[in-house]
Each structure stands twice: as C-alpha cells, then as structure tokens.
C-alpha cells in the first residue's frame, strides 16, 4: 500500500557513533509519540531536533537521542516522516525499530523511501538513479556526476526536449483538427524546424552515454604485454599494494586479476593480464585467451614493453590501436632509452602516466559537461535512441505533401520514449498549448 507505514535504519549497520531510523506513510506521527512516550501531541517545530528518550512498547527506554519530524509533503518521501538520531551499533538501532514495528510500522523494502519519493513527485526517476550512484560513488569524478544527476541538471535537460515535443504535437494537432481557421495552415517549415532541434539536443545527449557510463561504472583499463614485460609491477605500483605476484620465471601471471582504483579522482577498473605467447602450458594459454577478452572490452590498453626493445609485430598491432598507450617498462634498468618510461622499482614516471591515462579516458568530459548533462545509464542511451527513431519515421510525414495524422503519431511515441525517464503526456496538456497559443476559442 503506497501510504501504509514503514520504518528502516537509513545507516549501515555496525558499530558506529550514531545511527539513524527513518519512519514514513499515514499516522507517522502517532507512531512515533507511541515510541517517545509522548501521551499527547506537544508543541511540534517542523524539521527542529528534539532531545527525547526512545521506548519499547512497554515503556522500557531504549536510548536518548534526537528525533525531528518533516511533515508531508515537505519531507524526503513526500509524506510525514519521522528520523530517529540514535546511537550506533547493532542493539540500540535494532531495538528502535523493533519499537516501530510494534507502533504499527512495517519494513521498510529496498529502497522504498526513494520509490515513496519518486512516487510522490519529489524525484523523478534519474534523479533516484542519481541518489543510488551517489551512495555507490567511490571517486570524487563519480560523486560530481551523481550530484548533478541529483540536482536535476539532466531531468531540466530531457523536460526541455520534451516541452519543445509537445509544442510539435500541439501545431500539428491544430493543423489536423483546425485546417479551416482563419490564420491558414501551420507553416511547415516551422515544424521541420522544430523537430530538427530536437533532434539535434537528443543528438547532443547521445553523445554524451559512453563517457558518462564510463564513470559511473568506472573504465576499464588493461596491462597487456608479452610474459615478464612488468604488468604485475606496474599493477602494483599503481595500486600502491602488494596484490599481484611478482617473479622473474615468465608466464607467472596465468589469470586476469582485477581492482577497482581511485586514479587522480577518475574511477578505474585496473586489470592485470597473462602475457600474451604461444605456450604449450593448457593453462597458459587459457589465461592468454582470457587476456585478448579484456583487450577487445578494453577501454584503455596500456601495453608494457620493457624500455630499449623494439616492438615486435604483435606489439606494433597493438601500439597502433586507437585505445592504446605504450607503457616502457623497467626504465631504472635502461637510462637514456625513449617513450613514456616507468619503473615500478623507483616510481619514476608514474605520475605521467596517471596525467596520461587520465587524459585519454576523461579529458573531453568537462567539455561535454559545460554543453549538456550526461547520459549515465544504458537506459537512458536506449529511450534516447527510441525517441530519435521515432523522430526519424515522422520526418516524411511533416512535409507539405505528408499525413499530419501520421506524424503526430510517431511524435507522441517520440514523447512516450521520454515519458520513460520523466513523467507522461496527456492530451489535455496538449490541447492547453494549442488554446494558449493559437486562440483557438476565439
């Protein structure tokens, strides 16, 4: 039931200084007098923390700490809610909600304060996407991009493209439903233009998806080399931790170890692979096999080639792909040698090499960011593409000699597509642009 009432630790469990408990839906307030001891309604300041004593249902006090009500539709859910501030730990939260409970509460599901919230017209649905990628975030890079999502900047974006989608429908509804009015038919040039310019924001959008998955999932990088290039060395120096064996015996490496990595703010999925030979080892060579999957979903190859050897031909394919950066390894063994030079031993010309990768993967990303949001989920890829499909199918139908009527269909399928990411079109929206521009009434 949308409004029955839930109760939940909003923190995570364990031993910690403070704990919170968040209680939602219909008779909120109640609940929580009954677990305040409360026998009448006291002077309640909307959102103001109040020192009270927390009790179970046969008055045994539980703790004492700060409970503050937000009541609806002025709170996170849009209903009355009620935050417990309690101390941490398994006990005391675990007992506060047994309280809840026995006050006429229910768990809480997953996430349901953020579906009660989108639900409720708080959020709409990136921006709760937005709240999960915040929590999840684990790079300074990944927390700007889930705020921004959070702060509305693609939603304004996409309500945009769908404002100027229903503007299209109400001329062509006017066209179809008014060809006799007094002003003439509509221009069609007009509607063209129209269309064309949102079809060049979606466009716009759609360029932004593989960068804007690439942080939020964070990009995949892949050492790659022939056996003993010094993968493992330069893995590890870059984790700064011991995680990959190290041996001067070639082929040590037989699987791809991963590790996600905070790189100069930027996230980055680290991947250590078997050395790329012919081998007669049954194991090698299903860890090579493994090693040429991750080259093809690579991101970003950084192929290790000990400092002063050319390249052979496998290396020369592989150096000349788009995704690559040749890595020379071992540097403190061979002075004067060219290329990017790192050695794992010293640490010198790591930090090059961070400003390298860095660059390659997220250096267009602040431009996108200052021309439109971006795109963070394939979801949002996919209705995006939708919507311009359809846009595509209405393009002959919007001439001089088209069926309106047919046009105006793939136009509402064009706003169903966005309705999937922020709200639904009805036809009285619709029929309110027509009056309100084309006086229709008159």
Known sequence: MLSDLIAAIATAPGRSALSVVRLSGRDAFVAARRVLGWDQDPSIL??????????????????????????????????????????????????????????????????????????NGKLDLIQAEAVGDLVDATTRAQGRGALRQLDGGLSRRLADLREQLVDLLALLSYDI???????????????????????????????????GERVRRGALVVLAGRPNAGKSSLFNALLRVERALVTEEPGTTRDTIEAD?????????????AGLRDSTDRIERLGVAV?????????????????????????????????????RTKADLHPGADGLLVSATTGAGLPGLVRAVVDRLFGDIERFADLEPMLTRERHRVALTDADRELVEAIPHLDGDGDAVLGAHHVRRAVAALDELIGVVDIEEVLGAIFERFCVGK
């Open 46 to 119: 909307p959102r103001r923390a109040i020192l009270a004593t927390f009790h179970e249902s046969d008055g045994t006090p539980i703790d004492r700490g700060l409970v503050t009500f937000f009541p609806g539709p002025g709170s996170y859910t849009g209903e009355d809610l009620v935050e417990f501030s309690c101390h941490g730990g398994f006990l005391v939260p675990g007992q506060l909600v047994a309280a809840l409970h026995a006050a006429g509460a229910r768990p809480a599901a997953p996430g349901e304060f953020t579906r009660r919230a989108v639900l």
């Open 291 to 327: 090693s040429r999957r991750y080259l093809a979903a690579a991101d970003l190859t950084l192929l290790c080639v000990e400092a002063g050897r050319p390249l052979d031909d496998e290396e020369t394919v592989l150096a000349a792909a788009g995704a690559t950066i040749v890595v």
């Open 177 to 211: 439903d008014f060809p006799e009015e007094d002003d003439g038919p509509v221009d069609r040039e007009a509607i063209q233009s129209l269309l064309g310019a949102v079809r060049a924001g979606i466009d716009n959008l759609l360029g932004t998806a593989h960068l």
């Open 261 to 273: 990595l905070d790189l100069d703010g930027w996230p980055v999925r680290l991947a250590d692979t």
